[in-house]
């Protein structure tokens, strides 16, 4: 589905260029639930969000289901983003002041859907990460672990084709976290929904099938091709 | 995105920071109440104008009255008489709805013998008895009176104490006017000149005559005024130019007076075009409050563009467009302006109908009063204006939305 073929990124600060990415090769299949880990600073994130289609500027190729990610326009990326990805981040990044229903329903109204649509999937999406009838809850009266699950409710919201979780148990205590990995994990097995998380918790890192290991923008391990390797 | 969602965002946003939005309306709101009222207020005057001296266009025809003043002020030469009536209705009838020689009922000035003394007054005829004036001696018109065509006459009570010393001793006098000689048989109460709405009041005048009387044999044919009717849409001024013109060349009277046509259309025409200019340049004053407003819109935007980076950040990961983003904003800077620029309307309305009516006192009456004339097009002006505002002064901070670079915000 995903593949990254030489990606190279530079991030440039004044006449400095931080070579921050060398030389990516990653491919990623349906359905896997892929855990990013490194040091921060590795450029873990910067790659997640390119995998993410949030991050247009960088050097190489990358296939999206066959479509060159690389030659796309801003435009076209905003609905790429919409159709095939869900974002969850580590600071949950809800809108504060308006309601969960809304937040949730963000995505679906770019994507141009009508509104009783909208509310039959926003209450669906809700029971499924157990917060049911909360839909008139304010997000900053919420806990925590329930912004994560708006969150991921909201990414999830659109059918995506996968998620990108940027430390999305960054910002919650042990118990909580759990709760979001375990969350994670029913969507990858039930839903067949494909994850790809950026991580530095051992602990919720070795829950993934796969973890792939970055240490100063290269990939050092993969436990897939470990796998392969041990296969071969 | 549908539009309908689009509405609902901008407002639920500007809700959010209700008194940063409720001054940048305020802002928008004097700008336009400033230049609508001055509008108001201007076209108030000229519709005024016409109304009063124009050629009665909004009863559907339009009338102009053509005046014959002879050279001699006693002269009883009439300065229209049937047969120059019949000479226009064949030399003018395809152009001229109608020619009637006005005779005249109310406010007339004329010359009057008062006892032994000539004295210019005013007079109004009456064909029906009236309660409009109040008698302070003698008695009223009767209905048989007035039918009979008793040459008798009422007499004001500031003209009988004037020549009489009281209103008791004018009764019973004689007034001799056009040639007849009437009998004072009451004195009514002086009345003001002009009515409370600023028209001629016709009993406030010295005398009261019964018009049947004073037009009495040839009289009742002649006159000294001719009122012409046009259709809607002919030419009225010219055409009654050239019935005046006519009438000089042509008319026996001639040469013992004047014809003369005041053609109020064309003076009036002049008036509205300066009155124009005026309100024009006055507004572009006004307007310059707007441009301020234009600017406080901006300058909101502006900070509300970077207090909700994280908001625009938030919207662009979940797949919206840079167009939307910038959709987003001008659509709340141009609700803003939309809201100041109606609110403005009516206040604008308001204050131009508030202010109207000291404008004319202030004038000092004179029996003209203006009403403020609120048109559609000031309506459209407020709105167009309004939106171009939110538009013009919208569209860079909402541009520097849509082009925020997404990394840098959910970094």
């Known amino acids: 589905m995903i593949t990254l073929k030489n990606i190279n990124k530079y991030y440039r600060q004044g006449d400095h260029r931080f070579h921050v990415l060398h030389d990516i090769n990653i491919n990623i299949a349906q359905g896997e639930l892929v855990a990013i880990i490194g040091e921060s600073g590795s450029g873990k994130s910067t790659l997640i969000n390119i995998i993410g289609f949030l991050d247009d500027d960088f050097e190489g190729t990358y296939f999206y289901q066959n479509h060159p990610i690389h030659d796309y326009t801003r435009k076209q990326f905003s609905s790429l983003r919409n159709q095939n990805v869900g974002f969850v981040f580590q600071n949950f990044k809800l809108l504060r002041e308006s309601t969960v229903a809304d937040n949730v329903a963000l995505p679906l109204l770019y994507a141009g859907k009508r509104r009783k649509e909208i509310g039959t999937r926003v209450s669906e999406v809700l029971k499924q990460v157990g917060l049911a009838g909360y839909e008139n809850q304010l997000p900053k009266n919420m806990s925590g672990g329930q912004q994560q699950r708006v969150s991921i409710a909201r990414a999830i919201s659109t059918h995506p084709k996968f998620l990108i979780a940027d430390e999305p148990t960054g910002a919650l205590d042990t118990e909580t976290s759990q709760e979001i990995m375990n969350l994670f994990k029913h969507l990858n097995r039930e839903e067949g929904t494909t994850i790809i998380m950026v991580t530095h918790d051992p602990h919720v890192a070795e829950q993934c099938d796969r973890v792939i290991k970055i240490i100063d923008g290269r990939v050092v391990s993969d436990s897939k091709d470990g796998e392969r390797n041990a296969n071969n | ?411």
């Open chain 2, 1 to 411: 995105m549908q539009i309908i969602e689009l509405f609902k965002s901008a407002i639920q946003s500007l809700k959010a920071n209700k008194k940063r939005s409720f001054l940048t309306i305020i802002g928008i709101m004097i700008g336009i109440a400033a230049v609508i009222a001055i509008l108001g207020i201007g076209d108030g005057i000229t519709k005024t104008m016409y109304d009063k001296f124009g050629n009665n266009a909004k009863q559907g025809q339009q009338t102009t009255e053509i005046a014959y003043n002879p050279d001699n002020v006693n002269s009883t030469v009439n300065g229209f008489t049937q047969e120059q009536l019949t000479d226009i209705n064949t030399q003018f009838g395809g152009e001229i709805k109608n020619a009637e020689i006005e005779q005249e009922s109310d406010n007339i000035s004329t010359h009057a013998d008062i006892g032994d003394t000539t004295k210019n007054v005013t007079l109004s005829l009456l064909k029906k008895p009236t309660h409009s004036v109040s008698l302070v001696a003698g008695k009223n018109f009767t209905k048989n009176d007035l039918e009979i065509g008793e040459a008798n006459a009422l007499m004001s009570e500031k003209v009988a104490k004037r020549q009489y010393g009281s209103a008791q001793n004018a009764i019973g006098t004689t007034v001799t006017a056009n040639n007849v000689t009437y009998t004072v048989t009451g004195v009514y109460k002086s009345q003001e000149q002009f009515t409370d709405d600023g028209n001629q009041n016709s009993y406030g005048v010295d005398l009261l005559l019964p018009k049947s009387v004073y037009y009495q044999g040839d009289s009742a044919k002649e006159g000294n005024t001719l009122k012409l009717t046009f259709s809607q849409g002919t030419n009225a001024s010219a055409i009654s130019r050239k019935v005046a013109k006519y009438l000089k060349k042509n008319s026996p009277a001639a040469t013992q007076g004047s014809y003369q046509y005041l053609d109020m259309e064309k003076a009036l025409k002049q008036f509205s075009s300066q009155m124009s200019i005026i309100t024009t340049f006055i507004s572009f004053i006004a307007a310059i409050s707007l441009f301020i407003a234009g600017i406080g819109v901006m300058n909101m935007m502006y900070i509300s563009v970077s207090e909700r980076t994280q908001e625009i950040g938030i919207r662009l990961a979940v797949g919206a467009t840079p167009f939307n983003i910038m959709m987003q904003f001008l659509v709340e800077a141009v609700i803003l302006t939309l809201t100041g620029g109606l609110l403005g309307f009516l206040c604008g309305a308001g204050l131009a109908h508030l202010l109207a009516p000291l404008l004319s006192s202030a004038i000092g009456g004179g029996g003209i009063h203006i009403h403020a004339h609120i048109s559609l097009d000031a309506f459209l002006l407020a709105f167009g204006t309004s939106a171009a505002v939110g538009l013009v002064f919208g569209i860079l901070p909402a541009r520097q939305a849509a082009n925020k670079n997404l990394i840098d915000i959910l970094r």
